[in-house]
């Protein structure tokens, strides 16, 4: 374990967020994500007085969003195959609101501002961000082409997007010297 050995604790609550990346046979890319919740005891939800057993799945909740080579949502489908009430299901069908974004700067802000609060559920909402980081990451890594483009002088975008492309940092200095 990379962190300190932490204090005597006990375990409350075990998220799992799986996200991958996959290159169709028609040219374009689809990217899915699986989050599931457990709780390693019994858990009573306030709809039901029956506890969900310890390990099962409170949240079992899934997003396949299709991009073409633009990094433009052409598709996008969830299924929620645990939830506490009924009705969350219904939330599937309200990413559609995203078809045709693109993935790129501003992403984050749009999922948020589309499908914030009652709009849409929570919890597949915040799945959108990091499956875009996913989608881009899986997308740039399958064609050497992009990798190549991504390191010359259109890369300028990836400038401040994090603290190793900070324009003050030893990345910069090293790929982009007439930033730093």
Partial sequence: MPLSQPATR????????DMRAYARDDGLYDVEAHLVDTKPCDFVRISSSRPVPAGQALHDLWIRMTVDGNYTVQAIE???????YGICKEAENTLSVLVGERLAKGWSSKVKERLRGAASCTHLMEMLIPLATTALQGIRG?????????SGPEAEVKL??????????????????QHY
Avoid: N, Q
């Fill in 142 to 150: 399958a064609d050497p082409k992009r990798l190549e483009k991504a």
């Fill in 10 to 17: 006990r375990e409350l609550h075990h998220r799992i967020i």
């Fill in 160 to 177: 401040d997007s994090c603290y190793a492309y900070g324009r003050s940092r030893e990345v910069v200095r090293r790929f982009w010297p």
């Fill in 78 to 84: 969830a299924a929620s195959d645990m939830t506490p």
